[in-house]
Every structure is written in C-alpha cells, then in structure tokens.
C-alpha cells in the first residue's frame, strides 16, 4: 500500500478528530466531554496504525498500543469526581 | 501532498486546542482540552521522527498528567465545596486595558521567535553527525539512549534526581488528613468490568514495560517510557481503589524509591576505579551497565510517578 | 517552507497563546495548564529543531525533550500539590488579597 | 503462472484498500454520531461501536498487507485493546452519568 494513501487516510481521520472537538466545545455535560475524548484516543491510535505501515515504522504500533492499553486511565480519573456541583447545575442549559 | 495536508491540519489544530485549553469556561473543559491537546502532540512528536518522544508522550501526556490534573480539580471541588462557582469556573483575569497590553506583548514575542526562526543562520556543531560516529563506543545502538545514558549521562542522573525532590517537596506541602484514607469512587471500585480490566491489563503492562526496557538499546523505548507505563498501570490501580493511601511509607518503598538513583550513582562511581571518569563506562562493559542502571531507573520512576499523583508518603493493596 | 519551519512557526504561535493567558488569568490551575501547553511549545521548538536538515536527525534534543517530559509531569505534580495545600488552607486559588468568595 | 501472481498481488491490494476505505466510513459514522445524537447515551454507541469497527476494519486491511507475524499480531492487539478499554469506559461513563440524573432529578422534586 502506498506511504501516500495511508497519510491521505491519516489525514480523513485526523479530520474527523477535528470536526469531532465540536462536541468537546458544546458539551453539554462533563461525561459527554469526556466520551469525545476517550473516541479521539481510538482515532489517534487509527492515525499512528496507518502511520506506522504507511511510513515503514514498526515503533509507531507500540504507540499505539500504549494508547490503547491506558484508554481507561482518563475515565477511572473522571468517575471519581463528586457528580454534582452547583456549577454543572448552571452548565447544562 | 497528503504530507503537507497533514501536517498543516495538525499545526491548525494545535493552536485551536492551545487556544481552548486556556481560554475555555470552567476548568473542567480546560483539562480536557489538554488532555486531547496531549493526542496531538504524540502525533507531532510522530510526525517529526521522535518515536521515543511519541512513546513516552503516550505514557505520560495521555496516561499520567491527565489522571494528575482531574485529580486536583476534585480536590478543589471536594476540598472545600465552593459557594459559588468562582474557583472552579475562574476566568478571573486582569482588567480589559492590562489584557489588551499583555495580548500586544503577546504577538510581540511570536513576531520576534518567528523572525527569529525565519533568520536562523545554520548550526555550527553538528551534533547528531558526532553522536552517530561514536555511537558504537556507547554499548547501545539506539542513538537517543546512547545519548541519555551514556554521553550525557550525567543529565540523566541529575533528571532523576529531581524527580525524587520533586516527590520530597510534594510530600511536604500536600495537606495531610483524611484525605489519604478517604474513598476512591465507588463506580470504579464496584464495577465488575473494571476489576476484569486491570486483571487482563496486568500482565500485559509489565510485559510491554520490560520490552521497552529491553528494546531501548537499539529502538525506540527504555527508562523512561518503561516506568511511564508501569506507572500509568499504578495510577490506574490508586483510581480504582486497588491501591489506597497510606500516612507512612513502608521501608520497602523507601527502598524502591532510591533503588533507581542509587544503583545509577553507584555505578556512575564504580566506573571511577576502572581508571575512567564519573560515568564513563569501560566499553566491554558498557551495555550491561546501561540495562542495570535502565533497570533501577525505570522501577523508581514508576513509583514515584504513582506516589506523585496519589500524593500520599505511600500506598498499600486493597484486596476487593 | 519545510516541515521544520511550518512546526516552529506552530509552536511560536503555541507559545505565545500560553504566555498571554499565563499572564492574563489569575486562577492558579489556569497558570499552570498554561505552563504545560508552554512546556509542550518548547519540546515541540526542540524537536522541531532537530529535523532542520531533513535528511538526519539530531537525537540530542529527542534526549533533553524526553528528560524535560518527565521533570515537567514532576513539577506539575508538585505544583498542583501546592495549589491544594492553599486551597485547603485559605480557600483561595489565587495569589492575590482579594476573598474568592467575596469577588465575582 | 507469473500472470496468475499479479492478479494475485493487484487484487491483495484492493482487498486491504478496501478494507482501510471501509475502516475509514466507519470512523467518519463515529464523528457523525458524537455531533449529530441527541443525547450520552446514544452518543457513547459512536465511543464503543462505530469507531472500535472502524479501527477493527483498518487494522484488518493492515494485516493483510504485512509479511511480519509480529506485526499482524500487535495490530490485533490493538484492536482488542481498544475493544476493551471502550467497553469499560463506556460502561463506567453511562453509570456516573445515570447516578447524576438521578440525584439531579431527585433535587429537583
């Protein structure tokens, strides 16, 4: 497969990633903040896949891997926080 | 051309997620556009030819900080329940005519980095050309970890210095009450799905912490990134409640925080007998010394990342 | 342009964002966030320097960004560490005379 | 027999062509589910079925093109990886996301 479809595909995805942060900026509540994150963790470990057979770069596949092994990390961070506070009840017009 | 569409999306998206990180309404939005800027610049680092950056990026920019800055976030909104949202929302800044200043100051610095960089006369050493040419006396064939343990190893072991200090001046000024021994979530510690996780995710991270300890001498991979990653799987369990602050730190943890430093400076002297200077490893030698020091490194960076973001002087097991 | 220069330039631009709301913003979290995404310019400056002849790399910077990594994850640990103990202590999370709670 | 190869070989690069393509529509249905649902929790179909397919199909189209084991084997890793890390975010989000609808509504009443 050419270098140049897989960073043409890369590309569309980082797109997609991009187009996705309009979620991140809308919200409305923190959780839905945090799934657009924790989907941009699956996109950015599409990018480095594609990447690493587009480049000819078998180092690029454990970057990816260390992204999916630590995709949970940020959501056992968030679940942790107290659910509700009085700004969240003002946030999510 | 696919290159250049790329890379400029990256560039545009960089400083969109800068602008946002730092401009955005409460801070709970900053952090996670910190948290994607971080995806961002492991695929810079990518980009530009540093997957030993990109790896530990990965580790550290995705796994770490993020679990570091949600964590103190919570303790501003459970510290003190604020009663009114001003010190979690914050967009407190200077009046509009010291914004104003700052902003032209602002754009004076970037005109004048990027003048700067526009104007910049070629490199009179080239280091990279002398690095490749001894790189065969360094005992590894990995240009980055060549670089990191053996010609400036002194750097490195002042880098772990500080991280030990760091850790010392944590302990002094986190607040020490009942913070320690109260509750992690109990959606994360109840959760069946998440117990099953950690109990896959185990082996498989020591697996891939030892293979990057071990790969690091001729790719990309070593110290750093393996305790990163051993690190983020400790995190992991504190977040989960698997690991549960302790008022005290036992001696074995003691032990394991110096291990790293310990081991490095000892043989950073030992090499002195051998007729060479501080760190100058003998060159049969050289590639042994370098693992063992990788080694210890890489064990007390992992426990100090974990005690780092727990903030505790230690941590025990909890059995679920 | 080459690639070099384009994530130079990036990181000039990335820079300059973080130095005006560094200055700007008064809450101390804000601060340090922008401390990060400045730290992040810097590697990215580094690293962007260190393809400027695009047919090497120079793999002392790679080395600097990756110690500068980890010491910048300590440091923000450390700061935010700070940043609790004064919240717990004055309830503030500003340097300044002003109560939290008495201006909006 | 030679000819027989090369169709062989054009019609290997088409299948794993497609399969990246295919990877790719998937990814973009994600996008469009994350901006276009109504709500989380039809949002977090986007997190832990679109996208996880889409990477499944890219990393699939990938292994057909390797020669490497190694390879083939990390990119099913990763797959699998990124399977599981999703069910379990997932599952923890809706979770903290239906204990804070209900305290809000209890709140409220």
């Known amino acids: 497969m050419s270098a140049d479809f897989c960073v043409g595909m890369a590309g569309f995805l980082l797109v997609n990633l991009l187009v996705g942060l309009l979620r991140i900026y809308r919200g409305p509540t923190r959780a839905d903040r945090l799934l657009a994150a924790q989907l941009f963790t699956t996109i950015t470990a599409g990018v480095l896949v594609l990447l690493a057979v587009g480049e000819n770069k078998p180092a690029l596949l454990n970057v990816a891997l260390l992204f999916t092994l630590l995709a949970a990390l940020a959501c056992l961070a968030f679940v942790r926080l107290p659910s509700r506070h009085p700004e969240d009840a003002k946030e999510d017009e | 051309m696919s290159d250049w569409v790329f890379d400029g999306l990256l560039g545009t998206g960089l400083l969109l997620l800068g602008w946002q990180t730092l401009i955005s309404r409460d801070l709970f939005r900053s952090i996670i556009w910190f948290v994607v800027l971080g995806l961002l610049m492991t695929l810079c680092w990518v980009r530009l030819a540093a997957p030993d950056v990109a790896l530990a990026e990965a580790a550290i920019g995705a796994g770490v900080t993020g679990a570091l800055l949600l964590n103190a976030y919570r303790a501003l909104l459970i510290d003190k329940p604020p009663r009114h949202p001003s010190s979690v929302v914050a967009r407190h800044r200077q009046t509009t005519a010291w914004a104003v200043g700052l902003a032209a100051f602002s754009t004076i610095v970037v005109g004048g980095i990027s003048w700067a960089l526009l104007n910049l006369p070629q490199a009179g050493v080239d280091l990279g050309t002398l690095v490749r040419s001894r790189l065969a006396e360094s005992g590894v064939s990995n240009v980055v970890t060549a670089v990191l343990l053996n010609f400036r190893g002194y750097d490195t072991l002042l880098e772990v210095a500080v991280l030990l200090l760091a850790l010392l001046g944590v302990w002094t000024v986190h607040p020490k009450d009942e913070t320690f021994s109260e509750a992690s979530s109990d959606f994360a510690q109840n959760s069946p799905l998440v117990g099953a996780l950690l109990h896959l995710l185990a082996p498989l991270l020591v697996l891939i912490g030892a293979y990057l300890l071990w790969i690091g001498a001729y790719a990309p991979g070593g110290a750093f990134q393996a305790g990163a990653v051993l690190a983020a799987f400790g995190v992991m369990l504190y977040l989960s409640g698997r690991l549960t602050p302790t008022p005290t730190a036992t001696f074995s943890l003691k032990l394991l925080l110096i291990f790293g430093p310990g081991v490095f400076s000892l043989i950073a002297l030992a090499v002195m007998f051998w007729g060479g200077a501080l760190l100058e490893y003998p060159k049969d030698w050289a590639s042994l010394l370098i693992l063992a020091v990788e080694t210890g490194v890489t064990i007390s960076i992992a426990v100090t990342l974990v005690l780092l973001v727990s903030g505790s002087p230690g941590l025990k097991r909890t059995y679920q | 342009m080459t690639q070099s220069l384009f994530f130079s330039l990036t990181a000039a631009g990335l820079f300059g964002i973080a130095i005006y709301s560094f200055l700007v913003y008064e809450h101390l979290l804000r601060k340090i966030l922008a401390l990060n995404v400045m730290g992040n310019a810097i590697f990215l400056l580094l690293i962007a320097f260190a393809r400027r002849d695009s047919t090497t790399v120079d793999p002392v910077p790679h080395a600097m960004v990756l110690t500068g990594i980890v010491i910048a994850v300590s440091a923000t640990a450390f700061a935010l560490a700070l940043l609790q103990r004064l919240h717990r202590e004055s309830g503030k999370t500003r340097l300044d005379n002003v109560d939290d709670e008495s201006q909006q | ?109």
């Open chain 4, 1 to 109: 027999m030679n000819e027989f190869d090369t169709l062989l070989s054009v019609l290997d690069a088409w299948v794993s062509k497609t399969l990246v393509i295919l990877g790719g529509v998937f990814y973009l249905a994600g996008t469009v589910g994350l901006l276009r649902f109504p709500d989380l929790f039809t949002r977090l179909h986007a997190l832990t079925k679109a996208d996880n397919l889409g990477l499944g199909l890219l990393c699939l189209g990938l292994v057909w093109q390797t020669n490497s084991l190694a390879i083939a084997l990390k990119l099913l890793l990763i797959w699998l990886l990124a399977l599981m890390a999703s069910a379990v975010s997932c599952h923890l989000i809706a979770r903290y996301a239906l204990y804070e609808q209900k305290t809000s509504t209890k709140g409220q009443s």
